[in-house]
Nanobody
Framework: QVRLVESGGGLVQAGGSLKLSCAGY????????MAWFRQAPGKEREFAAA????????QYADSVKGRFSISRDNAKSTVYLQMNSLKPEDTAVYSC?????????????????WGQGTQVTVSP
């Protein structure tokens, strides 16, 4: 059974940091492009960051560039999202996704495998 499991979410004050993890089960993440998406209440899901299988290429949404950092440990089949200088507008459910080596990094269509998500809440 293929599963992606996120962890590391929680409540943090504005300006604080959190590190999210995404572990793969039944799926060797080292072969996949990985991404983090987020969805705030009443809003559509939006792209946050992506990293290709080798780790050589990363992409970020403009809203998180310079504050968030995506990384991966293929030996552990785990992907991370380090979030610094958090703002209240970063509050959302963050989900990781695994996808193919082709296609637009920021498009949900590239990613057939999704986790359930972890809640991140940033207080003012």
């Amino acid at each position: 059974q293929v599963r992606l499991v996120e962890s590391g979410g929680g409540l943090v004050q504005a300006g604080g940091s959190l590190k999210l993890s995404c572990a793969g089960y039944g799926l060797n993440l080292s072969y996949y492009t990985m991404a983090w998406f987020r969805q705030a209440p009443g809003k559509e899901r939006e792209f946050a960051a992506a990293i290709v299988a080798s780790g050589s290429i990363t992409q970020y949404a403009d809203s998180v560039k310079g504050r968030f950092s995506i990384s991966r440990d293929n030996a552990k089949s785990t992907v991370y999202l380090q979030m610094n200088s958090l703002k209240p507008e970063d509050t959302a459910v963050y989900s990781c996704a695994a996808g193919s080596s082709t296609g637009i990094l920021s498009s949900t269509k590239r990613y057939p495998y999704w986790g359930q998500g972890t809640q991140v809440t940033v207080s003012p």
